[in-house]
């Protein structure tokens, strides 16, 4: 294990940049973090954990003031990334920021704790922890959809190109629906038709999977 | 258009964590609605990660700790190449005992569910709250003319955190804060002395401040304030009990 981890240090030299993430953070802790998530990997766990306890362990010492909080926070904290390691998203950022957040709001709900006698927690709640629910990436959740607008899309892609013409200008373009037959060249009768048609097709569809 | 938010200052004790929890919501729930500052905040944390996980600082912080092993870089080297050395061996017993515990717990199970976007609703308006505070309480609505206030139900010392409606044509009289306050627009707009404010608007003001809100078309703010707000002209000096009822 310990091979595992050393590989991915970076050299210890003093002239490191230290705002160029790419040369100081190992590569493999996003792989590690994927492989907790995905695979429950002990092995990826033990890695990640013997990059971050320590730092995890000096953080503790400075914010929260004695060495057996500072052992509670790597408790803390190292259970949050085993449990959640589901809700890092690679693409939106380094594996090291996303454990600062999980480390961060542990802290300062231990801080809370302890100084208020305070058990409610609200770190993950001003701090979010989940990069997947976050903004449009997610498709998973309906979150970042909630409107429906990129399903919806979807949907009135596969309908046939006269029809889409009418329901995007309708519904994307807000023509009026004379506007709309006077710029496909067809009358206004026709436009009702195809928006018909293809509203009728779009609720079949949309039926299939939500039906209530 | 956001024009008014948190300084570069108060982002950076955000992603600390150093604020109060009060304000750590009122600056959060500021940077959900402000793309601007939710970039910034992310190269901060980015920063901040950098500096709690950099390996090249360790060097000091782990020299001020004897209990955490024999600390010296080359001695680094020595456990990253070679392994554990007995001075170690405890503190590695402890940490195989501590991964195994963790290890052995479930994953958090994913909630199929998108989280609900909590919403209440002011003056016949539906406003959905920001995400910082869905897990905090509201206690009642109280009014007073064109104000109405609800208290968060969260205990953080000093500092109160309210909603607070004024509804259209309403204003608080002028009035000076002898803490401070910090005012989140969530909806609607205001004018003061100083300027126009829109939704999103993070204005935090202090004791050399005076000034007089007035809304046209209503709005719902979401404030935090450290001490009762003190009314300086005229009349409405005659109010000062009711800056606390603000507060």
Not at chain 2, 174 to 179: E, N, P, Q, R, V
């Amino acid at each position: 294990m310990q091979q595992t981890v050393s590989k991915g240090y970076p050299k210890r030299e003093s002239n490191i940049i230290a705002n160029n993430i790419e040369t100081q953070v190992p590569p493999e802790l996003s792989h590690w973090l994927d492989s907790v998530a995905m695979q429950r990997d002990k092995q990826a766990f033990t890695a990640l954990f013997q990059f971050f306890a320590p730092k995890i362990r000096r953080f503790g010492i400075k914010q929260l003031g004695s060495e057996a909080q500072a052992n509670e926070l790597v408790q803390e904290t190292m259970t949050n990334v085993w449990r959640k390691a589901h809700l890092y998203n690679v693409d939106k950022g380094a594996a090291t920021t996303w454990v600062y957040t999980v480390m961060r709001n542990a802290s300062f709900d231990m801080l809370r704790r302890i100084k208020a006698k305070n058990e409610q927690n609200l770190g993950d709640d001003i701090w979010p922890i989940d990069m997947a629910q976050d903004e449009a990436q997610s498709e998973e959740s309906n979150f970042g959809d909630h409107l429906m607008e990129k399903q919806m899309l979807n949907y009135v892609n596969t309908l046939p190109p006269a029809q889409q013409a009418v329901v995007k200008g309708v519904y994307y373009q807000e023509l009026s629906q004379e506007q709309l037959a006077q710029q496909l060249g067809v009358p206004i009768g026709t436009v009702k038709s195809r928006l018909r048609l293809a509203l009728a097709k779009l609720k079949q569809q949309m039926g299939e999977q939500y039906n209530d | 258009m956001i024009k008014h938010h948190p300084t570069s200052n108060v982002l950076s004790g955000f992603v600390a964590g150093d604020l109060p929890a009060s304000v750590a919501i009122i600056v959060a729930s500021h940077v959900e609605l402000c793309r601007e500052c939710a970039n910034h905040v992310q190269q901060l944390t980015e920063q901040a990660a950098m500096q709690a996980f950099d390996m090249t600082a360790d060097d000091d912080w782990l020299n001020d700790q004897v209990q955490l092993g024999d600390t010296s870089p080359q001695h680094i080297n020595d456990i990253d190449h070679d392994g554990i050395d007995s001075n170690d061996m405890e503190l590695a017993c402890d940490s195989r005992a501590m991964i195994d515990a963790i290890t052995a717990s479930p994953a958090q199970v994913k909630s199929a569910v998108a989280q609900t976007v909590t919403e209440i609703e002011v003056a016949g308006q539906r406003i959905s709250l920001p995400r910082a505070m869905k897990s905090i309480g509201l206690r009642e609505w109280q009014g007073l003319g064109k104000l109405s206030r609800a208290r968060l139900a969260l205990d953080d010392d000093e500092l109160r955190a309210s909603l607070l409606h004024i509804d259209k044509g309403g204003s608080v009289p002028c009035h000076t804060h002898k803490g401070f306050e910090i005012t989140l627009l969530l909806q609607g707009s205001f004018d003061d002395e100083m300027g126009h404010y829109t939704a999103g608007d993070f204005i935090w003001l202090d004791g050399d401040h005076t000034h007089q809100p007035i809304t046209q078309e209503g709005c719902v703010c979401l404030t935090v304030s450290s001490d009762a707000i003190h009314f300086t002209q005229g009349m409405s000096q005659l109010l000062n009990p009711i800056g606390r009822f603000i507060y």
